[in-house]
């Protein structure tokens, strides 16, 4: 069961509002790699884990953590996509939405152009669950499939592309307040790829799993004579001068071996049987019309 | 640019039709883990690369490899879907799709309760670039970001969910036929999740990336009070006993440290100004009527 | 069966060409409560009605007026992303799409930069079954569940986040004739809420239905120590002010209580049982290695 | 900030496993009318309130309470999937899911072919965010406009469909466990559906909002001839007898009007002006074939 | 403007309930070649068009009729969900959908399999704007481009892939009512292409447009080098033996060329310029740390 | 099995970089009818292929030539996004995407409105597989039916969409080098709607498929009253007028028939049977409180 604080982890405090750079803040909230992801990610992966109980709550803490980080990036554009109080003495007109659009001057067209329509006609200046394009939100970015080491990887992925995105948004912003909680979340980043790849050390220590993933399928089953090879399936060979070319593979069991001019090992052509003639495919040859009775 | 041989890379020939595992065996094909996944994920990582060139010719040759494995993919659920020749010569009314609905008896009435229909209405026994429930693949599924560190960790994740997705379908059929391609497939995902840790090895030897990915985003700009901090957001503590609780970091950069009780670190409470009032959202008091002049 | 007339219900002439505004337009067509949704949550609510004949008709009704509604709306699209017959001879070249491009002035720059570049592209400055941000209409927009009470609520929201919308859009604009058209179909929101409001009220007359809805579910089998409970999950009490946390409930059955420090009512803390270990879940501790035979 | 307990809201816990009910169940999980509907959408009403702090709060309380039933829906459909204890022992072949296939009898091929094959291959017998049909949870079931009334009274309809749904699902099992928890959570819901009946006669009652809503809107700027007027758009005057057909309307400011065979208030046809013959769309006559120079 | 008339444009009436086939009927009513789909593509393509008035009409004339199709479709689908007069006397709760889960008997374990669960939980024995596997319709599938050419080329692919589901779904099912309302979809869909293909006769007559389509982009400023060539981009020249690689093309306008060892036209390798370092893509070489000022 | 050459088919090199042109460019790239559609179509319907080898053969054919379209789209995009060589030395601050955001000037402002956020944030200045408003492909857009004739009629209709929005996009740049490109692809496709027109010939001339498709549904079976019927659902008779209203029909198997006044076929007025009361659906009149036992 979950509850709530009405302090906030960390400030959301913009400096002035900016419903451009609101329009991109969406990314790391609503995006494929934002803060909705990592949250419903992890709780999932929670809910759902069927090992070690260290693992479990690990994995619920920081999906807990994630939903006030959900909470600092809507308040944060909901804060720019209102007027500022010193503006707002100035001009309320021209740089509240609404203002921008009806004053007609130029820098208002440039930053209704700019901004995302639905700020203003579906939520009313307030945040959405939804990327900087305006895509919403859906559960095809949550991962939870059961095997800690296949979704802990994930889970790293998630934490560098996230990282890598709110540096960019960093670097397209010059507001304090902005920059002061994108450093935060960072920062947390910085921990979170730290604390997965902790956690893979921590599984492979204990024997769970190991590469390749799943390890407890039997590796005696799959095609070994195809289980360390590269192919190289252009006419340049540049691929054969990487540490993937040649050498002992990483999961240790194996010789990188390169196949620089790679053959198919099947004369399958790929030719189908005929169709059944109630399914109106196109056949072979002509065939009678023909209906089920 | 790009050629073809009609040779398939490996035999995609089931022994007898089963239309039940057809729709179970789109998953590997059109999900979210499946190879058109993989296909568009790696030619898309390769035609946006700007680093070095052996990393740009080893992406597309795999990226091209995987196309291959999408044509298998498809070649054997549409097998699966047809009349095999054995059984045609029997009875064919009640081994092809339309034969199993017409005949109405008991057998029948579980294949077409299990199957998707779609293969019989849309695409006339033939494969379709969807999920096992149906669900078209979207593009959402490609990751592409310009930088390979935080790609290649995406890459390792998704040969790690396809092999683990491979090997549960391997275990939920008995055809021969079937299980020889798996186990080539699995064999593959066994070299691909390999490729990519010794990529990423690669690419840490060589300088051009490190955990936190980015790396090139200064960190000392982030907020480095919290960035090797363990944040438990429970009343339980069994969060801190893994490997991510104390100790060096794997970034070799900090200290893991466990915060049993975190207190939020500000008093921002997320209060917001108050609404345009021509956008008409619910002010902390009545207003008058108004519209734009 | 349906007819048409070539009249339309009312005018859709914009006094001048807009394409920014012809963008924000599409939120009222093909947006999440546009008119497209209307049309189809209504005709699907009276073709599967199976309550008295007076409903199905008057859905049915209503359903077929909102047909209309989408034509006006894509015909105002169409005008405002057309040259105006005045600045056609003036200059063709700068006011219509192609023409705002090629001409490279700043002010075009601004044009093209803020209007959606698929109604030049893909539908030749035609009106899209669309939204804001160009996000497709889909059916999880109409709702019809067969039960009216829910439903008819539905059709209260629909109509006044349309009203919101369409009143926020008539702020965002000074064209006279975009302006008519929207004062006219705020007016048949006003009378379609209260419209729905009515029917509310006469479900409830009737005794077909009231709240807590469905009202055929006995309320004797559901768990009813917590029927009228406001539970307070933060630390701080202000939700405790609200007409909700105290005297009789709106449903005139039970009296609000209200919930200070909430706890759970169950020991349960989630613990699964283990994985299958042909499914390579990551299990408790170390397993054999397994496929099934 | 948030925090969980790792005690549960209520039990969760099935009486025996049951992988066709665990498809059935993500409906009120992972459907538009799911809990996790329920959690984002007043999460994200009340970080975007601007309303009196009251609202705020009882909406975040409300909120942070869904998080729970998440978890609860989450952890019955893991516990669906899995093999019962005393079932293990017995026969665990048959039993699990990879069990069910292998083992080939009649009652599992049934269970195949009524389960959802993501449940196996995705996630390994965990909880998804999806649908019943397999069908991921996206955002746009999250709604928050920034209009208070406009919002409550899609959270009625949102508890209403989620009560009736919930009272099918009832209907739909025999499990005494699985009766247990949706019996509670049938409460909840006639709560929540009082409570925000309740909010919105608090908003009324504060003079905040009314109907027709946004009430911020000047009624006058309507088109006042057919704000209470019902267009009866069939041959059939059923439509008549009903509530919303004659006297005062519901917001008592109007009466209503039976428009018996209502007619186009314009002699508008619809015609559009030529297209850019750069656009290449169909034109009126023949014209010179053109490109930009 | 539209009206509408209860009686319907044909009979709806299966002659038994049978919601396996229901959730199969689903596909031509919301699925992608379904009647949803020409419905709104034939209206938004009459009211976007800018061609002579006789073709709007003519498409507006078309696009209403298939609202009675849909209106078909959904009727007969929440008969094929209801239980039918005779079977209610003797076994209500065998046949109906909930009576169906609860008896537990074998055949109703294969309904509650088969069907589409939806229609249980979400519509309550209604139809649903969505596809055979429960896949919601979406506007995507709606084609109008503005060039009538290109878009009754679509006309033309929409009658033929839709009369192609309805025909195999006429073999899947013996119910003399759903058989009977098929026979007349398909009739209809027979009238429509030929009604398309009459269409595309008239528009070249006219000379409003030819092949290749759009004919007014001046063929001149196309790469005339290449506009009859195939190129055989494998190592086998079947696909040499058509008529598509010699003679003249159906235009009139080319001859059309086999290329049977295609070669690049170009020497470019795709090679990319550095990435600006404040986006953090993977460098040719270390660069040093930064971030924007 | 596939194979690549690091040549391009065809030159992909701007003049210099254009992000908000690149914007638009993502539509032939990733929209509806651009070249992944075309890429994946045509692949699914040749390995999907029951029909003779010399159809499969070319058809695949063709598909492997799109994925070099997709490779010069992607790779142009890319380089649009780039700072060019000159610009980069005098000022590359302001030319790369950051530099814009950051310099603050006006140009920079209209480029930063005009441009994909995604383009910056997500992709890195790379290609993404989404269209011109950052809506992410999906496998919808890949039709594959078993019906060659119903699946050529639809790649006709995907060549003249994909020319016609090319050649409007010629129009909208006046880059050298895109325009290149574009004729390049603008002739690619002249010769692939020639192509499909082409196969349609042969596949008739085959005797394989004729009109109405599918021709092997026994005509006799559908309702031929009304297979050659025009049904003027609107009061205006201009759709009278048309090659479609009277004559022989382009299938020579009828005779046009124009129904000015077309009357329902049925007495069917949609009304259904009473719901199931444990659906909770409403009733045609007040029923008792019930739940499944």
Redesign the interface.
Known sequence: ?????????????PERPDP?FA??LQ?PL????GE?SVM?TY??QG????????????I???G??E??H??ML??MI??LL????VEAQEDAAMN????A??SGS?LE??????M???H???????????????????????????????DF??N??AE??G???V????????DPGVR?ML??M??????H???????I???Q?????E?????????S???????????????????G????AAGT???GK?Q?EYIGEPQ??????????????????????????????
Chains 1, 2, 3, 4, 5, 6 share one sequence.
């Open positions: 069961m979950f509850f709530r604080t009405n302090k906030y982890q960390f400030d959301a405090k451009v329009k991109m990314e609503g995006g494929q790699w909705i419903m709780l999932f809910w759902n884990c069927r090992g070690p109980a260290k693992y479990k709550d690990m619920l803490d920081i807990t953590e939903i006030a959900v909470e809507a308040t909901a804060r209102e007027t500022s109080p509240s939405i609404v203002g659009v009806m130029r067209d440039v930053i209704v152009a700019g995302n329509p639905q203003a006609i579906v939520s009313g200046s307030g945040a959405m669950p939804a990327d900087s394009v305006g895509f919403p939100w859906n559960a095809k970015y949550t991962i939870a499939s059961g095997n800690l080491l296949a990887r994930f790293v992925t560098s592309q990282r890598l995105q540096s960019r948004l960093f670097n397209l912003t010059q002061k450093s935060f960072i920062a947390r980043d910085t921990m790829q730290n604390q997965w790849l902790a956690a050390e921590e599984l220590a204990e024997g769970l799993e590469t390749p993933c799943p390890s407890n399928f039997p590796q089953m799959e095609d070994q004579r195809v289980s360390y090879q590269f192919w190289n399936c252009s006419g340049t060979t540049e691929s001068e990487g540490r993937w593979s990483p999961d194996g990188f198919p090992m099947s004369d399958d052509t790929g030719l189908l049987g005929p169709v059944d003639t109630r399914l109106y495919g196109t056949p072979p040859a002509p065939v009678p019309k023909k209906a089920a009775e």
